[in-house]
């Protein structure tokens, strides 16, 4: 059999999972559903599912979805820093255990595997936070176990690392789809105007597409007979109104 360049081929595939060791990462992959006098609190699952939809419509040409990105790109910037900067001192603690003793890396026997479908680089991203958090917290735990770090100290690495995080995941709670592109803007419609009273002016080097993430997905722009938002196929809403994401596809 013969292969060209054209020869239709399905999507790729890969199966991932992430493998957590202590409680500690495992609330904030969950985060807290809303009940009556406690509120919501977004976890790495919800942030993912939210970023996905963020990175759809920054491809289909939403300047304001090119604004999210940039927005939560720096925020992931400042999160890794200050993971690093806890990582750093508990480095410092966790040496002045004697060479002769080995301390070893602290695994728990039964880790939670999870399933992670993950379309957005912005997600793995914060899918390798919540990863140096489980690590971090592992070692705060061997720290204060051994004396090498007391009581109070354990409990403010993980708080602080815990706080950097749900600061991220809760950024994007705030998103909702603008429903516009770059095209209304240029024509000045009233797409375009009522996505500026609702959502503010943007920069106009986000605006004009000069400056975009990173990690911004190629643009999408819609045909003659399309619409520019118009939903994925493979994009299923449940009855509770929870998003199914599509695998990954690379």
């Not at 040496?95 to 003793?101: K, N, R, V």
């Not at 399933?115 to 991203?125: D, R, S």
């Amino acid at each position: 059999m013969v292969f060209t360049d054209n020869a239709p081929l399905g999507p790729l595939r890969s199966q991932m999972q992430l493998t957590l060791h202590t409680h500690h990462a495992i609330r904030l992959w969950s985060g807290r559903l809303p009940a009556e006098g406690v509120h919501g609190i977004f976890g790495l699952s919800a942030f993912v599912t939210m970023v996905n939809r963020i990175h759809r419509d920054a491809a289909q040409d939403d300047p304001y979805a090119d604004a999210w990105l940039l927005r939560i790109e720096a925020k992931l910037d400042t999160a890794r820093t200050e993971l690093q900067d806890l990582r750093a001192q508990l480095s410092d603690a966790l040496t002045q255990a004697p060479t002769a003793l080995q301390l070893g890396d602290n695994l728990n026997l039964e880790p939670l595997q999870l399933p992670v479908t993950v379309n957005a680089p912005l997600g793995f991203l914060a899918l390798y936070l919540l990863a140096d958090y489980d690590e971090l917290a592992r070692h705060a735990l061997l720290a204060q176990h051994t004396a090498l770090s007391d009581p109070p100290t354990l409990d403010y690495w993980l708080e602080a690392g815990a706080h950097t995080l749900r600061s991220l995941f809760s950024l994007v709670q705030a998103y909702r789809s603008s429903g516009v592109c770059r095209d209304d803007f240029a024509a000045s419609n009233a797409k375009a105007l009522r996505a500026s009273e609702q959502l503010g002016e943007l920069p106009q080097n986000v605006l004009d597409g000069s400056q975009r993430g990173r990690h911004a997905p190629v643009l999408r722009r819609a045909g003659p007979n399309e619409h520019s938002h118009a939903a994925p196929a493979s994009k299923v809403e449940e009855e509770d109104g929870t998003e199914q994401v599509p695998p990954c596809s690379f």
